[in-house]
């Protein structure tokens, strides 16, 4: 892997499929050891392009009849694509940014030879030497082998200005203090829990590392070339053994090996995905004894005491029209003790808690972005050096076109596109964008009116089994169908992002990537959690009241919560989604999709009919790397896991074993994710990265949303705050003796609309005449029947004033987190500092060197030049000793 290839080949628009040489696993390395090489056996194989091979065509021929042939054949394509240019393209251009782009042009596979000699003419100019291989063992396919010379690599990594560590060594030595030895001994302790991969030098041995530059190559340690700029570990055995292996889950990864092998974006992914893990354990611990701690308590509550007391005799209004009659509260007593193990005194807690476990998580992130930064010599990279913000071949071709369609007479030079050229796009996108989320909300709407029909259905049914359990029933179902739903519309959404994206024509492939990224965000963020925001903020708010009831296209009749309250179906909502995303989305079809993607591009080339031939001859390994599938980027990797933060700390007073879950889920998929780089796909081009970008904003965007959504969850989801005001203002004893009744309101049945009466009035064998339903409102004997009542305004308030409160007090809590834990790590500070020093003293003793030798080379010259005129002269005198004019003028010199 070297990344001044990645930067050439990210500069190009490359007609051919492209793919890295990747190492495989132990057992396939034994059957592909070929391919590593050119012919000569000497110069290695650094990237490896794939196109397919058709019959000879007229280029081909004009190479053999001769260079007039040629220069013809180029002056015809060259005329014909200067026409196409000003004309708009008949077919749709493919899709570049996942690095192998379709061709397109006219159809005719001699202008895509000629585009691709053209193409391996530019990479012959900037210096790589190409070797092409036609009599490959897949049938219908070229492959043309790089090498990036030395002199290449060197320009290269001076114009990204790339870290190369210098022949100066020095020791990072250890303070004695108390921190440092606990810090050992845990490190001690946690010595079987790292990888056991090779280390060149010990740890507290560092090389000096400095911007490389042709005019200073003696300060860096060139003792071997072919490995100066290339990774040391070629072969993947080290990370399939001791990374891409579920038997080593309770292990670190390898963050150092991961980052020489797929470069420093790959590895800073990893490695966030690791310390997310890690942070995961505390907030399952707690998660679970919030969770216990609602199981142990559950006989104590009084509320649920009093809902399941078998002298309970309170009798409900019906919960849908006609079909349904009159039931007892003491039928609610599963789900008031179920609701408890949700909603007690300890959700409040842990909602304060996970706040500031996100606080924290991302303060240790930056601690430890900025580790990696130093360890990987990137602490002096400006984001435009990493990122090499170069303009994309789309932009610069509407820039070519705009600038051909403006007057060929005038003189201006068009060099970017305006906000007026891209308007049409932005309003594109945002009609689009709203569109998408209108799709969302009407698929929302379509499974409430399948709650309310199926639920007057299953009512009407004459199992008595059926009928007493319509509410789980319908709970379950429908959210299995949100589930789907979910599942479908991530992929339609994350492909109307791509193109909404492609029509802005963003001038750089990281303002491209940001772009995508937030929409297909924004979209899959409001697919995963409307079902959950209607569930938790607007189910049971919008039904009205017993004879004047809230009804959607005047037949129904909107849902409401179970006496328990609605966390309880926010609860189920939220398990079924997230454990269903994990499970299928993120396991399932990581797992399966690109097996199923490798089988057909085999069947597609026909080996299958060659697999006695196959016996005969191996494959060479780009031969292999060919059956495996591109690297499509990032971005749904992050997606995964930000949606999982999502639901780990927005919800999260619903559901405390979220936590819990998501550690589950992100253990098998480290490793899940390992294997996939190392086996099923190719090895994606090598790019810097000094953060993990947008990814980071989105992050803290979701942590300070998530105070505010669980201050509503807990204030007007749960019953918390009732419970409180009920205790505090209007319980007689200072208990909760009484909180049931006072709750519930009173109806007289004979106040039902004409024709929304129940069909069956003496179910429970006597007659009703008053009945009871959950809402502070005044009882019908009273001056205002039904008005809301002033225990409503006094809830009401303190709901509101607990919002306001719990998240100022979150909100401070986390910033003094902020503040006190800084964002670089004292010893990194110290180590920056110390090599600065260093690189100076460095600098210094090389400039004296240069002095010395410089004045010993005068002084010996000048010393050769005094010996030389002494021997001339006592020749002289010894020719002519005689002479006594040549003895005077010597004394007289």
Known sequence: MQFPLSLIITRLCLPPCCQLLKALTPEESTHCQHGLYFEDGQRRVDYVLTYPLKKQNAFARSLRRGPHHISEHLRHYTVKRAKDSLSPPSSPRADTELGCPGETFGGHEDHKTFRREEFEGKLRE????????EDARIQGVGFVKIHAPWNVLCREAELMK????TKKVYEVKQSSGVVEKISSLVSKVLEPLHPHVEERQPKNIKRLSHTFSREKQHLFDLSDKDYFFDSKTRSS?????????????????????????????IGLYFAWLGLYTQMLIPASL????????????VDDNIPSMEICHPRNNITMCPLCDRVCSYWKLSTACGTARASHLFDNPATVFFSIFMALWAAMFMEHWKRRQMRLNYEWDLTGFEDEEVSGDHPRAEYEFQVMQKSLSKDRKSQHKIEKLSCRDRLPAYMTNIVMMLLMIGVTFAIVFGVILYRISTKAALHMSSNPITRNHVQLTVKTTAAIINLVVILILDEVYGAVARWLTVLEVPKTDKSFEERLIFKTFILKFVNAFSPIIYIAFFRGRLVGRPGNYLYVFESYRMEECAHGGCLMELCIQLSITMLGKQLIQNNLFE???????????????????????????KLRRYETDHFLEPFAGLTPEYMEMIIQFGFVTLFVASFPLAPLFALLNNIIEIRLDAKKFVTELRRPVAARAKDIGIWYNILRGVAKVAVIINAFVISFTSDFIPRMVYQYMYSPDGSMHGFVNHTLSYFNVSHFQEGKETQEPLQLGYPIEICRYK?????PWSTNPYEISKEFWAVLAVRLAFVIVFQNVVMLMSDIVDWLIPDIPKDISLQIHKEKILLVDL????EQGKVQILESRLSTGGK???????NNNSSSMVAHPRSGLHTNSIKSL
């Open 864 to 870: 050769e030049n005094c010996s030389r005129s002494n």
């Open 591 to 617: 797992i399966g999709i690109p097996k199923l993607k490798k089988l057909i591009r085999y069947i597609q080339s026909k080996q299958g009919a060659f697999q006695e031939e196959e016996r005969q001859k």
């Open 162 to 165: 790339l870290k190369m560590p």
């Open 843 to 846: 600098f210094m003793k090389e």
């Open 286 to 297: 707690v998660g679970v004894i919030v969770f216990l701690y609602g199981c142990a308590t």
């Open 775 to 779: 809402d502070y409102r005044e009882p």
């Open 126 to 133: 900037m210096g790589l030497e190409l070797e092409k291989d």
């Open 237 to 265: 055995i080290l990370l399939y053994e001791e990374w891409a292996n579920y038997s080593v889950f309770y292990k670190y990864q390898p963050i150092g090996l991961v980052r020489k092998y797929f470069g420093e974006k």
